[in-house]
């Protein structure tokens, strides 16, 4: 498939296309941070056994039964494909969503791209996936891999994990699923925190693989800029329909005091 269509707004670009070809003419990003395919196991288990949605909110459990993921899985050597091509354009964090399988095809990539690569923080949803087959644990987390440059060393302190609370529906994977139109969505307030986290106001952050294009909305309403890309033309058209909708800003928000950022390696040559 090739780049067929681009729409732009207010702070964001998003192209129609594998990413290979609609983002060829990218340079360097500040960030990275994506949601891409999981493994073969994750998309087959989505068919047979789980259901998204949990058992909080009937008519979301009927939405998401009724539909499975319609995209392709990833495979080891498609993340060595996409480290390689992204590690070196990415100045700053990458920070990839995934599942246990893939993982360690993440971490091995990223190290071998001569990124610092930290252990994997756990993203809980309570309820994510319930299984309706056979026995065992359902799974209710999925994993974030985060890597940054080494010279990347003023950054500070982040939070080791993210928790979604299951009874919020703003919070909950089948109410992104169903509200993005897209089936494996992330929950806005969770990509939101992840470009807080990463990324530093005015910072160009990259999705390559955009889905519903709610990595990009998180970035822009966070005060970045951001570009992407959707292989799938209904999936583009919903992130395009979402994007050019815009956000309304909060009436009212909670004033807190900026974080202070600690040095994680040597000293500050701005340091007083």
């Known amino acids: 498939m090739v780049d067929v269509e681009h729409a732009s707004g207010p702070g964001w670009d998003l192209h129609c296309g594998r990413w290979e070809s609609a983002l060829s003419h990218v340079g360097e990003v500040d960030a990275l941070i994506v949601d891409a395919p999981y493994s073969e196991r994750t998309h087959a288990g989505q068919r ?30 498609d993340v060595v494909d996409f480290v390689s091509a992204w590690a070196p354009r990415t100045r700053g964090w990458f920070a990839s969503l995934t599942d246990s399988e893939l993982y360690p095809a993440w971490r091995d990539s990223l190290r071998s791209a001569g990124l610092y690569v930290f252990a994997p923080l756990p993203c809980v949803q309570v309820g994510m996936n319930v299984r309706l087959a056979g026995d065992g644990p359902s799974n209710w987390t999925c994993w974030i891999v985060v890597a940054r440059p080494a010279a990347l060393h003023k950054w500070g302190t982040l939070q080791g994990g993210y928790w979604g609370n ?19 969505s992330k929950p806005l307030w969770l990509m939101r925190a992840l470009v807080r986290d990463y990324t530093r106001p005015g910072d160009l952050v990259c999705d390559p693989c955009a889905g519903g294009s709610t990595t990009l ?38 004033r807190r005091a900026a974080p202070v950022q600690q040095r994680l390696l040597g000293d500050d040559d701005d340091a007083p």
């Open 48 to 77: 047979h056994g789980r259901r998204d949605g949990a058992q909080w909110v009937e008519s979301e459990q009927r939405w998401a039964s009724s539909r499975g993921i319609g995209y392709g899985h990833m495979a080891a050597s």
């Open 217 to 254: 909305l998180a970035a822009v309403m966070e005060g970045r800029r951001a570009i992407g890309a959707e292989m799938d033309p209904a999936h583009y058209l919903i992130g395009k329909r979402r994007l050019e909708r815009g956000f309304t800003p909060p009436l009212f928000t909670e």
């Open 166 to 184: 299951p009874f919020d529906a703003g919070q909950n994977t089948a109410t992104a699923s169903r509200r993005s139109g897209v089936v494996g």
